[in-house]
């Protein structure tokens, strides 16, 4: 019998270096104990120098699950995980997949109770603002079940990167200090915890989200143990939020209906002034009739309508931008908005008709963000981009332009199927499945520029790269 101590927080790499050991020496799981006491051990360590060297492979999901078995505060967890090492060394590799065994089934629940515990964790701690020593720092107290503290730790790194702070519990300390992660020995229970203005914040947060009439008391207690309530704040309104659940859920049957969300109305109005013209039946009358359809990709949810593009059937120019934005979405035509303005102006001063080019976009639909009462813009990603070529292609097909002007890395995107450098690649022709494609700038960089001279210059070498397409209109 052999007896291996490990430190209560034993690492994994620290159980993973026992465990070789004991198996290398063939000790079968009935004859190791693995102690966490600090009394000395009463039988002789596993020594560096004993045992064979041990070639073994574990399959990941053991390693996985051993991660969080060792986090579990039962007694039995290092027992447990070496008999499992045991018959995985003894063949038995696809164990814990296996319902039916006890021990994998044991394992399974340890770790289930530990991500549990790590979600408690990142849902229940309240952060309470102190000055220590002249620096804020934002300090909780946090009860977990087991030893989850270098599990749970990356999690508030995350969210919480820009503040110093430190969360103290009874098996150890994890604090941040802007650039590592420090953790330290376990914390004695403050006598009060949180801070009266936070407080406030978290109580007016709950009673707010608080919904009555999906009240569920027994789930509510399951899902958030008594056991943190003392840390949060918002936890002391409960009873009173509880006994006055059925009179809310009452009055609330009984208010008028919620306003319909930011937009409908004004979105519903522009659509009801415009119903969808069904045009002559050319490929292109056809095209804006079919993309109204479109469900390719989840951009059509929030947009107002599909943008197809516009000109003649016959264009021997066409321009492509990325998406429609605020402006093109609300009317339903591309480039009117302020990057259209700019566009505008460049073709008037090189001498394209607008009238006479066809002008489009790689994306069909907006891709935006809700801020306030505003529509922020949000570049579309290369699926969307991919799955709307159908639509681009389609109109290449009807139009057959002899040169295609690509407004910048999405239109390409779009064109080629390929990510373009631009700033290299502008002002040049290039072919693309018998394609000629000109590459240049798209408008809205020459608004985003913050610098008046540089903005100058580079809306003078976006109209000279549509000088390029003019002459190449002439000469083709
Ligand atoms: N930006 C684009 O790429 N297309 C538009 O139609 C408007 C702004």
Redo the contacts with the bound molecule.
């Keep these: 019998m052999l007896t291996v101590p490990l430190p209560d927080d034993c690492t994994p790499e620290a159980f993973r270096t026992a465990a070789r050991k004991c198996l290398a020496q063939g000790l079968q799981p009935d004859e190791v104990i693995f102690s966490t006491s600090s009394t000395p051990s009463l039988f002789e360590e596993v020594g560096e120098e004993s045992g064979s060297k041990l070639d073994m492979v574990v399959p990941r999901s053991f390693l996985d699950m051993m991660r969080k078995v060792l986090c579990h505060s039962a007694s039995d967890r290092f027992a447990l995980l070496y008999r499992l090492l045991w018959r995985i060394r003894s063949g038995e590799r696809h164990i814990l997949g296996n319902v039916a065994d006890r021990e994998a089934m044991q394992a399974s629940r340890y770790a289930r109770a530990v991500d549990k515990d790590v979600y408690r964790m990142h849902a229940y701690v309240r952060f309470a603002e102190r000055e220590i020593d002249g620096k804020n720092l934002f300090v909780a107290w946090h009860e977990p079940q087991h030893r989850i503290l270098q599990l749970a730790a990356p999690f508030f790194m995350d969210r919480f990167t820009n503040m110093d702070w430190l969360i103290a519990t009874p098996v150890g300390t994890v604090a941040w200090d802007g650039r590592s992660l420090l953790f330290g020995p376990p914390a004695i229970r403050p006598s009060r915890t949180g801070d009266e203005v936070l407080d406030e914040v978290w109580r007016a947060y709950y009673r707010t989200t608080f919904n009555p009439a999906r009240l569920r008391v027994k789930a509510m207690v399951a899902q958030m143990p008594k056991q943190h309530w003392a840390t949060m704040p918002e936890t002391a309104q409960i009873p009173e939020l509880v006994k006055t659940a059925s009179l809310r859920t009452k009055a609330m049957g009984e208010q008028p209906p919620d306003a319909p969300p930011r937009f409908a109305a004004t979105l519903t109005e522009r659509l009801a002034e415009k119903p969808h013209e069904v045009g002559d039946g050319t490929p292109l009358d056809l095209l804006r009739g079919q993309v109204q359809t479109c469900r390719s990709c989840p951009l059509y949810g929030p947009a107002t309508q599909p943008v197809l593009g516009e000109g003649p059937l016959n264009a021997a120019i066409m321009f492509v931008?990325?998406?429609?934005?605020d402006h093109?979405d609300l009317t339903g035509k591309?480039?009117v908005?302020p990057?259209?303005q700019v566009f505008d102006r460049a073709l008037a001063e090189v001498g394209i008709e607008r009238s006479k080019a066809y002008v489009t976009?790689a994306v069909k639909h907006f891709k935006f963000e809700p801020r306030g009462k505003r529509r922020i813009h949000m570049k579309p990603s290369a699926g969307e981009v991919s799955k709307c070529r159908f639509w681009l292609q389609r109109e290449i097909a009807a139009v057959k332009p002899r040169l295609i002007v690509a407004?910048g890395a999405t239109a390409m995107l779009g064109l080629t199927g390929r990510a373009v450098p631009v700033t290299k690649e502008r002002g040049r022709i290039l072919s693309s499945n018998s394609l000629s494609i000109l590459v240049t700038v798209?408008p809205?960089y020459l608004l985003r520029l913050p610098d008046a001279d540089l903005a100058a210059l580079e809306y003078k070498r976006f109209v000279e790269d549509l000088r390029v397409a003019k002459r190449q209109l002439g000469t083709a």
């Design positions: 931008g990325e998406q429609p934005g093109e591309p480039f908005g990057a259209g976009n407004l798209h809205s």
